[in-house]
């Protein structure tokens, strides 16, 4: 499918693999500070295995039982969706305490600003700002 939204979903379209990410920018790089999330070894594997053939992690070493996945630069790129994600589930599936998860500038220790769309002229944007144009890419189906 021609779709910039449906080639992202077949990277990074899935429960796990979110999950593995936001895990991966706390600080895990290893197979089983993975599986904390709950998820089954096999599913794991093959995320894992995905994500690597994906250029999301480098393997290092390549083979063997104790690698480490590192994110790449595409793997590092993934952050701002995962904020997104954040802030939009804090607002509309809230717990009652509060947020599950705060995001801080690591410099300054203080809370980022939540994720949003500005102008090329910094004006930050609503949806209703916002509006698609047909691209050069775009090709009917």
């Not at 895990?23 to 995320?47: K, M, P, V, W, Y």
């Not at 894992?48 to 053939?53: A, G, I, N, P, Q």
Request: aromatic content about 10%; hydrophobic content about 35%.
């Amino acid at each position: 499918m021609n779709c910039s939204v449906a080639q992202a979903l077949e990277v990074l379209g899935d429960r796990w693999t979110l999950l593995i990410l936001r895990d991966a920018f706390r600080g895990h790089t290893r197979f089983d500070q993975f599986l904390e999330t709950g998820i089954s070894r096999n599913i794991l594997t093959t995320r894992l295995k995905h994500l690597v053939d994906e250029g999301i992690f480098d393997r290092d070493p390549p083979t063997g039982k104790f690698a480490e996945y590192k994110l790449t630069r595409k793997g590092l790129d993934v952050q701002p969706i995962l904020l997104s994600f954040t802030h939009w589930g804090d607002e509309y599936e809230p717990h009652p305490k509060g947020a599950r998860l705060t995001f801080v500038d690591r410099w300054s220790g203080k809370p980022i600003q939540e994720m949003s769309a500005f102008s090329q002229e910094g004006k930050a944007l609503k949806a209703s700002d916002i509006s698609v144009i047909v691209g050069p890419a775009y090709e009917s189906e």
